[in-house]
């Protein structure tokens, strides 16, 4: 044989082996074994893969592998709607919303509360007096002080009683959810000192006493 034909033999056996290893692994070496008559083939030895301990690998951190026990808990306000108890009594309901993340604590129990009662809050009969027509123009925080800036509607619809219990509503629902700050009720951008076509007086800032 040719040394020509042997150099084509050896390249051959080479790409072979190649071939076989992505195949059959480290069982190319016993396959190599098997062909004779090819001087001065030297068959490639296999290095096994290194493999890791248990302590070796690397542990996912808890937050990925328990992403529930470090989710933060979500705030909540206090919202003051109203019910009847089983005498057929008016009460003030307090229910609880879970608070966006995008917004004041304060202006989102506010917000809550112009919206009214959900639809399963109102299956469990609260209602509210505050006119659905009611916006809020804006709340502005200084220091101890926050104003409620509503629109005149807030006033309009109703009797004594009905203005009364819209105002305790808000009166209970701001002094939940702040921390000892002095509340402020605007209408229209202007502080009142009364409300509603009766002329019920209110002081402020309001307390839960506003309306004695």
Do not use: C, H, W
């Not at 209970?172 to 007086?201: H, P, R, V, W």
């Amino acid at each position: 044989m040719s040394n020509f034909a042997k150099i084509v033999i050896i390249v051959l056996l080479i790409l072979s082996f190649f071939f076989v290893k992505e195949r059959y692994g480290e069982n190319i070496a016993e396959l190599a074994a098997k062909f004779k008559g090819v001087p001065n083939v030297e068959v490639p030895k296999i290095i096994p893969t290194e493999t890791k301990t248990p302590d070796e690998i690397v542990k996912a951190p808890t937050e990925v592998l328990n992403p529930e026990e470090n989710k933060k808990e979500a705030e909540k306000v206090d919202i003051y709607f109203l019910a009847l108890d089983a005498n057929a009594n008016g009460i003030y309901k307090k229910v609880q919303r879970e608070v966006s993340e995008d917004k004041d604590k304060f202006e989102f129990a506010i917000e809550e509360l112009l919206k009214g009662p959900n639809l399963v809050e109102k299956s469990l009969g609260a209602y509210s007096e505050i006119p659905k027509v009611t916006k809020l123009l804006g709340i502005k925080e200084s220091g101890n002080k926050i104003i409620i800036d509503l629109s005149s509607d807030f006033q309009y619809g109703g009797g004594t009683d009905s203005i009364y219990s819209r105002m305790m509503q808000l009166i209970k629902t701001s002094l939940a959810n702040t921390k000892n700050q002095k509340i402020y009720l605007y209408l229209d951008g202007k502080q009142i000192n009364e409300i509603g076509g009766e002329g019920i007086m209110i002081s402020q800032p309001l307390t839960e006493k506003s309306l004695d």
